[in-house]
């Protein structure tokens, strides 16, 4: 076999189609868990990101890789996970304004903006106080859609193995896994939070962050666009929408808190006051984050056997495309990787 992923997330997921497009024979173990960061991913496509209002790493790469490969494997696999959708960001006070005007000025997000820009900006009952802007290449991924049909087709290749990966069963020099006496030329890692334990990797630095995102339903709210005020506000296939989410350093666990919940809510009604919702469901998930945040790839270096991608933390959906290809260029190629990304270059061992 040429290689062996253990984990089944976005990292995971998408180097196993990159792979076996590319004709190499993989199999996957994965524990199977119904909670993943992965899967209640709220699964954004968006260019323009926190409160500097910074372009995305690499956006307009990673989103035409992103459409393309989203849009492949929706032929492939008979199911509609992905949509490009505008997406409206409000701004919470003027000096977010006038940054995003200063850096518009300067021509940071030429192409990506809607022209001309919706008048009325935003209807149907959403504070802007202080305006806002439409961005016209942005877009969405229902992960956990994605994700459940490529496992199905996964074991129909019989690929796929629901279980536990014991690190300490792994032979760096062999590339060894004890059970079903599998054998690998190469062994992935893409194991979520968990990088942050494997012994594989140990120098790898990690700060892995808990967030909390809800579903909800909304009456009389029909407009089909993304929206963000602290809060995300996205569009499902549905009928509902996901908004969210928090970020935890403490307390990296599954369960959802009512803290949390108090401060999705209160922000929602504050981008949506008087609009009635109800809660369908409430989820909590550890994202994997590197420091750096971004992802991290590359082959250790004393054992260019064993292979990690891991780190995506919330821009999973956006990158792992992009990076997945990137990694099987170079692990099938042997072309280089981008320094930004490269594990030896990230975190060097000492």
Known sequence: MDFLIVGQGLAG????????????TVHIIDRGETMSASKISAGLLNPIIGRNYNLSW???????????FYRAREADLGVSFFRELPLVRLFREEHEREVFERKRQAGLYDGLL???????????????????????????????????ASRRRFA??????????????????????????LEACRLVMCVGYRGSQCPCFPWIGYRPAKGEILDIEIKNFGDQRIFNKGNWLIPTSDGRWRTGTTYSWESLNHKPTAQARKIIEER????????????????????????GRKAVLGCHPNQPRLVVFNGLGSKGALQAPWCASHLAD??????????????AQRFPLI
């Open 114 to 148: 809607s022209d001309p820009q919706p008048d009325p900006l935003v209807r149907d009952g959403l504070v802007h106080d202080f305006g806002g802007f439409e961005i016209a290449r942005a877009g969405s991924v229902e992960t956990a859609r994605f994700l459940e």
């Open 330 to 343: 170079h692990l099938l190629g042997g072309a280089s990787l981008d320094p930004e990304v490269d594990l």
């Open 58 to 68: 690499r956006f307009r790469e990673c989103f035409a890789a992103a459409e393309k």
């Open 268 to 291: 929602l009604r504050a981008m949506l006051p008087g609009i009635e919702y109800s809660v369908v469901d409430h989820r909590a998930a550890v994202r994997p984050i590197a420091h």
């Open 156 to 181: 129909e290749l019989d690929c796929l193995s629901k279980s536990k990966c014991e690190l300490r069963d792994i032979d760096p020099g062999l590339v060894n896994v004890t059970w079903r006496d």
């Open 13 to 24: 997921t998408c180097l196993a189609w990159e792979l076996l497009g590319r004709g190499a």
